[in-house]
């Protein structure tokens, strides 16, 4: 065991006992802030708490309906984020600057798809004196429980053809293949999912647009809560600190994050805006699906960045570049308000806004072992799949979402590389979106090979950094 670990486990007790008291059993009495539990949440990592006393904290946020409240969820994840490994982000920008392209209005920052881990089965919420906002009656049904096939970490390394990807994920909880499962089972060489590290990270990105960054790798404060979480029983708030506890989230341009249920889509929506994020699009299909629908509607939650009309601060002029891994120009002046506000649209979408017919969620639910995923997985990218395949059609969909929040479907022309006519579609959907546009450039992504191309890259990679 290193030093840092022992210091953490021989680490003195905290007591939360008065924050328990003031969010149980009638939080309404007595105000707690976001803050207040983030800080509690905090102590978490560092084994600071007893296994008593944490159990106790979330079952109090669960059963009080305060883990789905966006600010609570907001700055809960930002003290995940802090916990986290720390990585060297000088190193990482410059690599991004050097190989993030630059198109429409994708700046060339990182872009990732995160999928929250599923939840477990109904737990009844007991009646509250005066309960809180957003309070909900039960919580989810085992995720989106349809056990689809891998479609975001498919999409993911799909749109590393056009975009630098951070993939954020884990192994399996209640589900046969999670997102690390499924890349540790590829043929004919699997990634070394472990070698995604901290240190390595600049060094993964100059040989490629694409990595997963392995959840236990990055968050080794965890580990002082997963025997607690299994013992619960329930769905705790770091079931849903997934999406936004991203190791390089300080660095991500744009992301797509599916919730598992409807009424979740908002407070999402909601903590991404206050982290921080300006391009961001939170979607649930209408069977409960933590993805967008191959089979009907999809209800979206997208952050759009405007214009402020109360700006009166300096306009950016030609010579102010913004470089990829920014976010947004703020006016020199601290009391001025912001150049831009970014607001929440909602809207829904269905396969016939991308192009593409309807498929009942059974043809696309395998329900496989990580190693048969797998197989399905490197035949799509390898172009051995049928072009209008039903697992084909809902990757299509799902990764022009992600080109289409990036902007790089913006473009009003395009060169992507051999393959490509330049023939922009620029007819647009619900919410605004080229979602037409987003399908040609996956499609391409998948004939092309560049796709392929990227994942054989980020494999290389993690054995060669292995090596050093």
């Not at 979206?300 to 960045?305: D, G």
């Not at 976010?327 to 831009?340: I, K």
Request: charged share 25%.
């Amino acid at each position: 065991m290193s030093s840092a670990a022992d210091a953490a486990e021989k680490a003195p007790k905290l007591t939360i006992t008065p924050l328990l008291k003031r969010l149980w059993p009638q939080p309404a009495s007595e105000d707690v802030s976001a803050s207040e539990i983030a800080l509690a949440i905090s102590h978490i990592f560092t084994n600071s708490l007893t296994d008593v006393q944490t159990g106790a904290l979330l079952t109090a946020l669960h059963f009080t309906g305060r883990d789905r409240q966006a600010d609570v969820i907001a700055k809960c994840a930002e003290a995940m984020r802090d916990a986290a490994a720390p990585v060297d982000e000088q190193s990482l920008r410059a690599v991004i600057k050097r190989r993030g392209k630059k198109e429409g209005t994708y700046r060339g920052g990182l872009v990732r798809y995160y999928p929250p881990p599923p939840l477990p089965s109904f737990t009844p919420i007991p009646t509250l004196t005066n309960p809180p906002a957003h309070q909900c009656d039960i919580v989810g049904t085992g995720g989106d429980s349809h056990s689809t096939f891998n479609i975001s970490t498919t999409s993911s390394i799909l749109a590393s053809s056009l975009l630098l990807v951070a993939k954020h994920g884990n192994r399996a909880s209640t589900s046969k293949s999670g997102s690390a499962d499924l890349l540790s089972s590829t043929l004919p060489t699997a990634p070394v999912l472990s070698n995604a590290a901290p240190t390595t990270l600049s060094a993964i990105y100059a040989a490629t647009n694409y990595a997963f960054l392995f959840a236990p790798v990055f968050h080794k404060g965890m580990k002082y809560v997963a025997h607690i979480r299994r013992q619960l029983g329930w769905r705790t708030i770091f079931n849903l600190l997934g999406p936004l506890a991203n190791p390089v989230e300080a660095l991500v341009e744009a992301r797509v994050v599916g919730v598992a249920r409807r009424d979740m889509g908002p407070a999402f929506a909601d903590a991404l805006r206050m982290s921080g994020a300006r391009k961001a699009m939170v979607v649930c299909g209408e069977e409960d699906l933590d993805e967008l629908s191959c089979a009907g509607r999809t209800f979206c939650w997208r952050l759009v960045e405007r214009a402020n009309p109360a700006f009166r601060g300096r306009q950016a002029g030609e010579g102010d570049e913004v470089d990829g891994d920014e976010q947004g120009d703020e006016t020199s002046d601290d009391d001025a308000p912001p150049r831009t506000v970014v607001e929440v649209e909602a809207f829904t979408l269905s396969p016939e806004d991308f192009g593409l017919p309807p498929h009942p969620l059974s043809e696309v639910s395998p329900g496989k072992e990580p190693h048969e995923n797998a197989a399905i997985l490197m035949r799509l990218l390898r172009g051995e799949m049928a072009s209008d395949d039903p697992i084909m059609h809902f990757v299509l969909i799902n990764t022009a979402a992600l080109f289409v929040v990036s902007g790089v479907c913006e473009a009003d022309e395009s060169s992507m590389g051999p393959g490509d006519d330049g023939k922009v579609i620029k007819e647009r959907g619900p919410g605004g979106g080229r979602w037409k546009e987003g399908v040609r450039r996956a499609r391409w992504a998948v004939e092309s090979g560049a796709a392929l191309r990227q994942w054989d890259a980020f494999v290389e990679a993690t054995h060669a950094v292995e090596k050093q």
